[in-house]
Nanobody, 115 residues
Framework: QVQLVESGGDLVQPGGSLRLSCAAS????????MNWYRQAPGKQRELVAQITSYGTTNYVEAVKGRFTISRDNAKNTVYLQMNSLKSDDTAVYYC?????????WGQGTQVTVSS
């Protein structure tokens, strides 16, 4: 049974930091590209950061220099370190695994940036 379980979401003040984790099971994690998406209220879900099975990373322009995606294949876990958080980063953050046409999603974790 495939599972992606996100954790680490919280309420944080502007300028603060959070680290999201996504623990994967039920598939060969190291073979998959791993992605973090987010969806803010009233907006479409958007790709925030990606790390390929080879370790190549990509980021949406809005988070470059502030967010870092990483993976630990030994722990079947992908992380999203988020620094210098802004109110615009408020959203539900979803973990996604992708291999060709296979897509798996987590249930999401809420990140709220507010004073």
């Amino acid at each position: 049974q495939v599972q992606l379980v996100e954790s680490g979401g919280d309420l944080v003040q502007p300028g603060g930091s959070l680290r999201l984790s996504c623990a994967a099971s039920g598939f060969t994690f190291s073979n998959y590209d791993m992605n973090w998406y987010r969806q803010a209220p009233g907006k479409q879900r958007e790709l925030v950061a990606q790390i390929t099975s080879y370790g190549t990373t990509n980021y949406v322009e809005a988070v470059k220099g502030r967010f870092t995606i990483s993976r630990d294949n030994a722990k079947n876990t992908v992380y999203l370190q988020m620094n210098s958080l802004k109110s615009d980063d408020t959203a539900v953050y979803y973990c996604n695994a992708r291999l060709v046409l296979r897509r798996y999603w987590g249930q999401g974790t809420q990140v709220t940036v507010s004073s």
